[in-house]
């Protein structure tokens, strides 16, 4: 039976503001192969949560409905997912990395998202650089009503092939929004590019 593992923050935070998200981790005792993976999740199903047991990997937030999922799969490809809602079938993200984050060795991951350009951009190792910039509306995505919810991460090693994840370092903060190009003009809000002469145009 695959092991599932998951660690929340224990008040919800609210997460439609821009956000950077932290991980340092590292994987060891190898069991046969190396097997699955890890996620960084935020959901608002409950304080609790944790996947399902499924013949397929969840990294550990299959089934955590009302959610969003970046994984780092270490089976076979090492490859990166983004999905919604607890469903792998919903993957609208994947792609291969030329990272080995098997290989016993301490690596970075940082999340950075961009509540104004609804911009989710993902960094692994090489901070400088993004692996993929995403367009994603968190607020669309995740009910919350408040804009609330857990902040965690997950893990799932399989039966037969597994491994342990260790998570050395996680930091959430919230970050500020650069406005410099934005006005503001009596109660609404006007968003302006200014030109060479820093007149603000726009509508």
Same mark, same amino acid.
């Not at 599932?4 to 060891?28: M, Q, R």
């Not at 969840?58 to 090492?78: E, F, P, R």
């Not at 991951?109 to 692994?124: A, E, N, T």
């Not at 902040?151 to 930091?171: D, H, P, S, Y």
């Given at each position: 039976?695959?092991l599932?593992g998951a ?12 956000f950077?998200?932290?991980i340092k ?18 959901q ?8 399902t047991?499924?013949s ?25 997912e983004? $999905? &919604?809602?607890?469903q792998i079938s919903? #993957?609208d993200?994947s792609?291969?990395?030329s /990272? *080995? ?14 509540h ?41 090693g399989?039966?037969l ?5 260790w998570?050395?370092? $996680? &930091?959430?903060s919230?970050t500020?929004? #650069?406005?410099t190009?934005?006005?503001?003009v /009596? *109660?609404?809000m006007?968003a302006a590019?200014?030109d ?5 145009s726009?509508?």
């Amino acid at each position: 039976m695959e092991l599932l593992g998951a660690a929340w923050y224990k008040n919800k935070i609210f997460v439609e503001n821009s956000f950077e998200t932290l991980i340092k981790f590292k994987t060891y005792d190898v069991r046969n192969l190396a097997a699955d993976g890890f996620t960084f999740t935020i959901q608002n199903d409950k304080s609790n949560a944790i996947g399902t047991h499924s013949s397929d990997t969840g990294w550990g937030a299959k089934g955590i409905s009302n959610s969003i999922s970046v994984a780092v799969d270490v089976w076979m490809n090492n490859e990166v997912e983004i $999905f &919604t809602g607890g469903q792998i079938s919903g #993957d609208d993200w994947s792609w291969s990395s030329s /990272g *080995n984050y098997d290989d016993g060795n301490l690596h970075t991951m940082l999340i950075r998202y961009d509540h104004i350009k609804f911009i989710l951009s993902l960094y692994i190792d090489d901070m400088q650089n993004a692996v993929k910039d995403m367009e994603i509306n968190l607020s669309e995505v995740l009910n919350t009503n408040d804009g609330r919810a857990w902040v965690g991460v997950t893990a799932q090693g399989g039966g037969l092939n597994r491994e342990e994840f260790w998570i050395k370092e $996680f &930091t959430y903060s919230v970050t500020m929004t #650069d406005i410099t190009n934005t006005i503001f003009v /009596g *109660n609404g809000m006007l968003a302006a590019t200014m030109d060479s002469n820093g007149i603000a145009s726009g509508s």
